[in-house]
């Protein structure tokens, strides 16, 4: 059920966006292809006699307190305007579940000040459908309680993926995952200070958020980079399945395209150590090519020239660059890779798994050593969203090592691993202090920023956000 459940998770957008956006003869293709799929899914996951190895938990309230701890992090996120909302992102998902809402699907501007005319809103736009559809029936404010409602939904699911993949459902590792972060703090300190409201731009070229910051700024990116990541590597350690591989991946193309990439690494481990012949699936040779196809159609309608992209090496003084990335890498995963290394090593009985661990660390250690060389977007969205499913897969790795039988704090490669934990830890807290210190400031969401329209994104990066009416999907593939 829970694969089967993220799946459909990860559909229903889809499934929206067709009825609004495509003409009827493609809507009726792309839906037929995605429910066979889930149906074809759901046959797959019915008859899988592998059983699922998570131990149970003898604390009877963990599934209680999992709950409790998932509405705080909605609270805390600020989805639906019930906690704190910083300014910047929020803005900008208020804008468009405000438009979704309000305006006629597809989405064109015509009269609207600040923008061009006839252009569409272009966006990877699958978090916010399901919330704007209901807010399309009860009005505006219902439909951001349903993004509230849709975002608690997705982090139950990670919730739950992240204690199966660790064979443990105790809850603080679910409280723990929020604390996971690279050590900004001493990037800062290196620096000898900076700004500590946005600590992990420490390195300036880009960054790797911590999985609060992932909560709070950008959960478009993370529901479906942690959730359709999950899907993916259970299939690949349960059973060397790939069935279900590419139809997940190709599920996040309107979720985040970044995530769509990030995922590119996992299946190249998939396609070298999973049973290949498992891939010949109606979800991955039908469903998936149709989904990313209408995907990329729908995403390429924004100029492309507005969207910087270039080597690091060429945006930034070379000289400072290759000073600058090596103190990157060590400071956002690389220490961490050194001291969790051991315990992954060929014959080593430290972590109780097989050698799918050492695979995971390998591409991630890789993906996240690659990632920084190249940009893409204003703000380098390539760095920092890419990355998640590496991410995704580094931090449950070290999950598994820290919770594994056989760690032992006194040893000082455990101990020093502690410390770079704790260090990484302040960014977290310091992110979850000032979501607290802000609530009484969520007040005013009430009067103004549901009502924002994506004009009020600042004018740098708003060609980022609209489309070319001669586009071929808008030309071709919409009503």
Request: glycine content about 8%; some cysteine; charged content about 10%.
């Amino acid at each position: 059920m829970l694969t089967i459940l993220s799946l459909i998770y990860l559909a229903l957008p889809y499934l929206i966006f067709a009825c609004g956006w495509l003409w009827w003869p493609y809507a009726t293709v792309l839906w037929i292809a995605i429910v066979v799929g889930l149906v074809m899914a759901g046959r797959t996951l019915r008859h899988d006699p592998r059983p699922d190895q998570t131990r149970p938990s003898r604390n009877v309230l963990n599934p209680v307190f999992i709950a409790a701890i998932t509405l705080g992090l909605v609270y805390l996120s600020g989805a639906g305007g019930l906690g704190y909302q910083q300014a910047g992102d929020w803005i900008k998902h208020n804008a468009v579940l405000h438009d979704l809402t309000v305006y006629d699907w597809p989405v064109r501007y015509t009269d609207t000040a600040g923008l061009p005319h006839g252009r569409y809103l272009t966006y990877y736009i699958a978090y916010y459908l399901p919330a704007a559809a209901v807010g399309r029936a009860v009005g505006l404010i219902g439909g951001h309680l349903a993004l509230a409602i849709w975002t608690y939904g997705g982090l139950l699911l990670s919730a739950v993926w992240i204690g199966r993949l660790l064979g443990n459902r105790a809850w603080w590792f679910w409280a723990g995952w929020f604390f996971l972060s690279g050590m900004d703090a001493a990037g800062v300190a290196l620096r000898g200070g900076g700004d500590w409201t946005f600590l992990e731009w420490w390195a300036s070229l880009g960054q790797y958020s911590s999985n609060m910051s992932l909560l709070v700024w950008v959960p478009q990116h993370a529901l479906p980079g942690w959730i359709a990541t999950a899907v993916v590597v259970d299939r690949a350690e349960r059973a060397a399945d790939l069935s279900l591989a590419g139809f997940a991946a190709a599920l996040t193309g309107l979720w985040s395209p970044f995530v769509t990439i990030g995922l590119v690494p996992v299946a190249c481990v998939l396609l070298l150590r999973g049973r290949l012949r498992t891939a010949m699936s109606w979800e991955n040779f039908v469903a998936a090519p149709l989904i990313l196809l209408v995907s990329v159609a729908y995403l390429a309608s924004v100029e492309p020239a507005q969207v910087p992209h270039q080597w690091n090496m060429a945006w930034y003084d070379w000289q400072w660059f290759v000073k600058a990335l090596p103190v990157f890498w060590i400071l956002e995963f690389g220490l961490y890779a050194a001291l969790l290394y051991p315990s992954l090593r060929s014959g080593s009985a430290e972590l109780p798994s097989d050698s799918w661990n050492r695979s995971w660390f390998w591409m991630a250690a890789a993906t996240l050593t690659a990632l920084p060389l190249y940009r893409i977007g204003i703000l380098n969205d390539l760095v920092m969203r890419a990355s998640i499913p590496a991410l995704f897969l580094f931090w449950v790795l070290l999950l598994r090592a820290v919770s594994s039988r056989n760690f032992r704090w006194e040893q000082w490669r455990w101990s020093l691993l502690l410390v770079c934990l704790l260090i990484g830890a302040i960014q977290p807290f310091h992110q979850a202090a000032v979501q607290i210190s802000g609530t009484p400031r969520h007040l005013n969401y009430a009067a103004g920023s549901p009502r924002v329209t994506i004009a009020a994104v600042p004018q740098k990066f708003l060609p980022q956000y609209l489309g070319r009416p001669d586009s071929f999907f808008f030309r071709r593939l919409a009503p």
